[in-house]
């Protein structure tokens, strides 16, 4: 998400249309299950295109976050808010930073749909890669901050938090890349890239050998954390939607992505003057990782990034072919679907420094 994004996707409203529920019912039910609540209860909803309809929760003494699936009929197995609940309960247990999830709860008919309950954490999202409104000699303290969280997070023993079911193990790039081929292949609307074609022949034959198995976040960037108001640290990292068990070096090289990002598509530093920024360098940023995970390098780097900038492309794509059959109209999405063709070539670019 660019900066330009930042103003339609913070803070929150009113209640959409379409979107509202018995608030009466909700306050029942945390009086009963959320340790310290006290109303009367006022809801808002955050601004945003989250796939989960995402809510504001405030009282008298302190304002709670809601997530829920989207009322209606929905494809089996998305929006599982469940799996959200799951996986912050067990980072909580192991002291990683994600908000405390005070309730979750199955019964439908409460509010429409499956919802849980989290903390409302105050604090810092940054937009923009460059850190425009962090001091120079303080951005490298921030860019360490992300570093050390996703380390953290490729070193917890997933086993020993109850997340051993969290996804499946092996096999990991295979599956994904012929998800995402197929995806690719059957939106006829979307057309074809002569990039992504030669890309779905190339990752299948040149997946690294030694692949191991993590939890990961899936879409870890500057913008889905929440710093301190005022010192380069992470107090908790939002959107778990897309994490499961998988390998870490692809959930690793996705976030060091943003190096070769253009800032007008998500949160990028291509282009940008790293030391006049006061921002490490991608060769530094790998070494930090390295040295917190216990390696000496990072072999094959640029497959990770070939696959990365792969997947992106292949939603992109899907988008542009929703735009072309009028299904997804808005100016955010008009602009992903136009920016398909770049994320193409800058995956045909990372396949190619393999070579």
Known sequence: MSASDHSSNSGSTPVREGFAFNEAALANWMKA???????????EQFKGGQSNPTYKLITSGRSYVLRRKPPGKLVKGAHSVEREATVLIGLGKAGYPVAHVYGLCTDETLIGSNFYIMEMIEGRIIWDATFPDVAKSERRAYFDAMNATIAQLHTLDYQALGLGDYGRTGNYFERQIARWTKQYLDDGDAGRDANMDRLIEWLPENIPEGNTTTLIHGDFRCDNVIFHPTEPRILAVLDWELSTLGDP??????????????????????????????????????????RRTGRSAIANYDFYIAFNFFRLAAIFHGIKGRVIKGSAASAHARDRAASFPTLAELARRAMEACQ
Not at 35 to 40: A, K, N, R, W, Y
């Open 249 to 290: 070096l692809s959930d690793f090289a996705y976030h060091a992505m943003m190096y070769r990002m253009p800032p007008n598509i998500v949160a990028g530093l291509s282009g940008a003057d790293l030391h006049e920024l006061g921002i490490p360098t991608e060769e530094d940023y790998i070494a930090d990782y390295c």
């Open 33 to 43: 299950n959320v340790e310290g609540f006290e109303g009367p209860l006022r809801v």
